[in-house]
Each structure stands twice: as C-alpha cells, then as structure tokens.
Antibody, heavy 120, light 108 residues
Framework: QVQLVESGGGLVKPGASLRLSCAAS????????MSWIRQAPGKGLEWVSY????????YYADSVKGRFTISRENAKNSLSLQMNSLSAEDTAVYYC?????????????WGQGTMVTVSS | SYVLTQPPSVSEAPGQTARITCGGN??????VHWYQQMPGQAPVLVVF???NRLSGIPERFSGSNSGNTATLTISRVEAGDEADYYC???????????FGGGTKLTVL
C-alpha cells in the first residue's frame, strides 16, 4: 500500500526540541523529493522544508530556517524533521508529502499528519 | 517573496459551476497545482501543472492559468465538493514552495 505515516508529534514547552518522522511504504522512496508542510489550527497550508532524493540540497521556509533540519534515510524509507527552539507559532499539524515525479513540485501523496503543540 | 492570493470563500448552488481563483504576479509563467482538503483530512492533489487531473479525480475538475490568474473550475458542483481548496506554485527564484491562503467552497 502506497502511504506515508508521520509520528513524533506531541505537547512540548516553548524552547524545547522535537523530532518528527515519516515512514514511507509501497513505492521507491529513494526516487522522490520529499517535503514537510504544516497547518496551524484553523489556518492554511505552510510549506516548511524539502529535501532532494539524494539528501541534498535542502531548503527551508524563512520561518524555520536555522531551527529545523530535514533529513532522510533512503535505506530505511524514512524522512525526519528535527525541530529546535520551538515556539507557539510552530503549533500545527505537520504533514510529510511526496513530490510528484516530473513536473513542478506538485505533492501527490500526503501522510495523515502529526500534531505538534507548543505551550507552557 | 512570491504571493498567491485566493478569495476566502466561494459559494455555488448544486449543479452550477464554481470557479476558484488564484492570483499572482505573472502566474501564467508558472505551473500551478490545486489541492482539495476535506475537514479533518490531509490535502489531496486534484490538478497539477495548470491543467492535468490526477488519476481518479472527476472530469468535473479542471484548471487554467494565464496572465496573473489561475483558476480551478468545478463543473456541476455537488455537496461532496465542499472543502477547502489551495493553489500552490514553485518559486524558482528562492527555491521555495508557495501556497495560496485557501478558499472554502460552500455548496448552497
């Protein structure tokens, strides 16, 4: 079954760190660019980061640059997002998404999302 | 940074045609993708590269892109089409993905 499954979300205090994971199955993970996209409660979609199939380069939204790190392990079909110095503005559902092969960065497969809540 | 502008809401009666716009500076020179998001669910790609439907998406969904406006058109709107719709492009000048603010489609 072709799917992405995120994990690692939870409730953390401001300034804390958290690591999200995304497990891919049913397709050749190493062929695809991958992204993290988030959605704050009641708000729209916000792109966070993306990583090429080989693992580099990596790109980040201005709002997370220097605090978040995206990585992947192709041998384990796994994508990760290390999040440091979290603040309330980072509270959101975090989705991992697969960039469609070819074309211009359309995301054709999404996980169900994992909720991150930053609150004291 | 590149900005995509969508109307917050669009309403249409069942059986009619709903048009959701996405405005951006010379967006006609970019490839636009559209996502449908039902309440409590992850987004689903419905149209990619301006006009192409993903496999399994009804033919009632179509896209166009020219000048400063891209449009997602939903023909013969049904109650099941009620959702939030987002446009998205790749900003090659910054290597960033950009989403529009989203449009809530209400079927009257």
């Amino acid at each position: 079954q072709v799917q992405l499954v995120e994990s690692g979300g939870g409730l953390v205090k401001p300034g804390a760190s958290l690591r999200l994971s995304c497990a891919a199955s049913g397709f050749t993970f190493s062929d695809y660019y991958m992204s993290w996209i988030r959605q704050a409660p009641g708000k729209g979609l916000e792109w966070v980061s993306y990583i090429r199939s080989s693992g580099s380069p990596k790109y980040y939204a201005d709002s997370v640059k220097g605090r978040f790190t995206i990585s992947r392990e192709n041998a384990k079909n796994s994508l990760s997002l290390q999040m440091n110095s979290l603040s309330a503005e980072d509270t959101a559902v975090y989705y991992c998404a697969r960039r469609r092969l070819g074309g211009y960065h359309a995301f054709d497969l999404w996980g169900q999302g994992t909720m991150v809540t930053v609150s004291s | 940074s590149y900005v995509l502008t969508q109307p917050p809401s669009v309403s249409e009666a069942p059986g009619q045609t709903a048009r959701i716009t996405c405005g951006g500076n010379n967006i006609g020179g970019k490839s636009v993708h559209w996502y449908q998001q039902m309440p409590g669910q992850a987004p689903v790609l419905v149209v990619f590269d301006d006009t192409n439907r993903l496999s399994g998406i009804p033919e009632r969904f179509s896209g166009s892109n020219s000048g400063n406006t891209a449009t997602l058109t939903i023909s013969r709107v049904e109650a099941g089409d009620e959702a939030d719709y987002y446009c998205q492009v790749w900003d090659s000048s910054r290597d960033h993905v950009v989403f529009g603010g989203g449009t809530k489609l209400t079927v009257l």
